[in-house]
């Protein structure tokens, strides 16, 4: 009899590893990826019927995640150690079968190529986690995720080679005058297609299932971006569908449930930042209420707190002040016409301000399309002297409405400002710390990293000579003093040369603002627009 029970016993548990079994890894880098997958056929809809998190927690703090069904009786959590050492965990569901599965890991240092997640730093900038300074070189292709699969290794093969480090990119497919393809999946499961009288399809959704196989080739593509060292600035809501996905209308609950689905899949991803939506006002079926609400269920779901704005239409700003927001997203070609007033912007806010849409490199017929690559390049050098940053796009069509459009299809570049970003980037890389305006009322084209290092824009003008003055003033700094020695380099932005100027400057003060050379010495320019100087003490 006992040895019966004991059978009994022994089949149940063989039954049970069947049905339901773990996996994860032992190791794991610093601010990558540590995953638990669980296996159990779950009756009914496992992306309602489930309930599961887990807590992992180390020796001094702990992180309760949500998971999610990733499809064929698959359960998953994923969790990003920020701290090395060991990491326990447990987790908790409804399922009798997943609750209470404990386990550890060891998280070791990170190594490489990988900085962690990025943060806002000193309040107007950005570092990695590793403590390395990020500045943001943005570009944006839209809908590059829903082309087909050769267009989109053209375009991480683009993109490696660009100097970019962040890329905006929707979720949803885009449906616009330049972006009329028809994606290969879709987010959620299809109850129904149906062809109208104009050979259109009607898609009937189930928003009761999403399509992990979706979201699996989002993640990859996020994956891609990360091992080129590129933030995906994801854009989880937008208006450009007309009723032919319905994605930009549904209702509020589907709406947070996406997003609870979404955070739990992706708030892991160290390269992943949220921006609620690209110009949320012409989402006409959401109030700012609704916004709210949004905002606050991706914060709320995000334990890691990864950086988030919300993005408008032309000079349409939302609420930045919200604790939610970790930077400034705005669409307005107006405070780039000049560096002060990006400045502003930043004095306003106390917020790290990005620029994501200022107007775009091409030949299009919309004015906000049709930017010189001249242009392109000035704005962003305005930008980035003013202490923000600048997200540069492209929009060049030669043959006709279905032409492949990086803005919107991704690619290859067709243009040309995106060599002097990456011109830029390298210099803003090399300074000593990140911008800001020495003199901000006083001064609209110098800017300072700190003591002894000002870079000076002088935009559209043509000079035969720029006589050598600093202001005195050098932000909340250490002003700048009398016998300090300088040399200055001639960077001219659009052929992407530096010079260095054979001649060195002893700062004289001549007021108590401004400081020029001790012998009123110039600098003899070339007669051309869009030239900088850097200067550099060398005492």
């Known amino acids: 009899m006992k040895f019966i029970q004991i059978k009994k016993v022994v089949v ?20 990558q990826r540590f995953e638990i997958s669980l296996t159990n056929k779950i009756n009914g ?25 990733d499809g064929n009786n698959i359960f998953k959590i994923r969790f990003m150690p920020q701290e090395i ?11 009798p079968e997943f609750n209470n599965k404990k386990g550890e890991f060891e998280c070791i240092k990170a190594t490489a190529n990988n900085h962690g997640i990025v943060k806002v730093s000193d309040t107007y900038y950005f570092k990695y986690a590793d403590g390395k300074q990020y500045y943001p070189f943005g570009t944006t292709a839209y809908a590059w995720l829903h082309m087909g699969n050769e267009l989109q290794e053209e375009t ?8 970019f480090n962040k890329v905006r990119m929707c979720v949803f497919p885009k449906d616009y005058n330049l972006v009329k393809e028809e994606p290969v999946i879709y987010p959620f499961e299809i109850k129904n297609i149906e062809i109208n009288a104009n050979g259109d399809k009607i898609f ?5 299932k999403f399509n992990p196989a979706f979201f699996q080739h989002l993640e990859k593509r996020i994956d891609d971006l990360a091992a080129l060292g ?3 600035d994801l854009i989880l809501f937008h208006p450009y569908d007309k009723g032919r996905w319905g994605f930009d209308s549904m209702p509020t609950e589907v709406n947070i449930k996406y997003l609870n689905y979404i955070t739990a899949r992706l708030a892991s991803f160290k390269n992943v930042w949220w921006s609620l939506a690209n110009e949320w006002d012409y989402l006409t079926a959401k109030t700012v209420k609704d916004w709210d609400v949004l905002i606050e269920t991706v914060a709320k779901n995000d334990p890691y707190n990864h950086l988030c704005s919300i993005h408008g239409a032309t000079a349409t700003y939302y609420n930045y002040l919200k604790p939610a927001f970790s930077h400034v997203s705005v669409q307005d070609e107006a405070p780039v016409q000049n560096p002060y007033s990006v400045a502003t912007l930043r004095n306003i806010y106390k917020k790290p301000i990005v620029l994501d849409e200022v107007g775009y490199e091409g030949n299009l017929d919309s004015r906000w399309g049709r930017y010189s690559p001249e242009q392109m390049t000035h704005l962003i050098w305005n930008g980035v002297i003013g202490g923000g940053y600048v997200t540069h796009g492209e929009t060049y069509m030669f043959k006709g409405a279905t032409d492949t459009i990086f803005w919107a299809d991704g690619g290859s570049f067709k243009g040309s400002s995106w060599k002097r970003i990456a011109f830029l980037r390298n210099i803003i890389e090399k300074a000593p710390a990140p911008l800001y305006m020495a003199d901000i009322s006083r001064d609209y084209k110098t800017a300072s990293a700190g003591k002894g290092y000002y870079l000076i824009y002088l935009g559209k003008d043509i000079k035969e000579s720029w006589l050598f003055n600093l202001p005195k003033k050098n932000g909340d700094g250490e002003k700048l003093k009398e016998g300090c020695k300088f040399k200055v380099e ?10 260095d100027y054979p001649l060195t400057f002893e700062t004289k003060a001549v007021d108590n603002y401004r400081f020029y050379d ?11 627009p869009y030239i900088a100087l850097r200067i550099t003490q060398i005492d």
């Open 230 to 232: 590129i933030e995906a």
């Open 12 to 31: 149940i548990v063989l039954l049970l590893l069947i049905n339901t079994s773990i996996f994860s890894q032992k190791k794991v880098e610093q601010w």
């Open 490 to 499: 001639i960077i001219d932005t659009w052929d992407m040369t530096i010079t």
């Open 45 to 69: 809809n496992s992306f309602n019927n489930v309930k599961l998190s887990a807590k992992f927690f180390n020796k001094d703090t702990s992180f309760v995640v949500n998971g999610f069904y």
């Open 85 to 95: 050492g060991k990491w326990n965990y447990i987790v908790k569901s409804n399922i």
């Open 518 to 528: 001790k012998n009123i010495k110039e600098v003899r320019l070339p007669l051309k």
């Open 204 to 208: 009937t959704w189930d928003f009761e």
């Open 156 to 163: 991480l093969q683009s993109l490696k080679k660009s100097g």
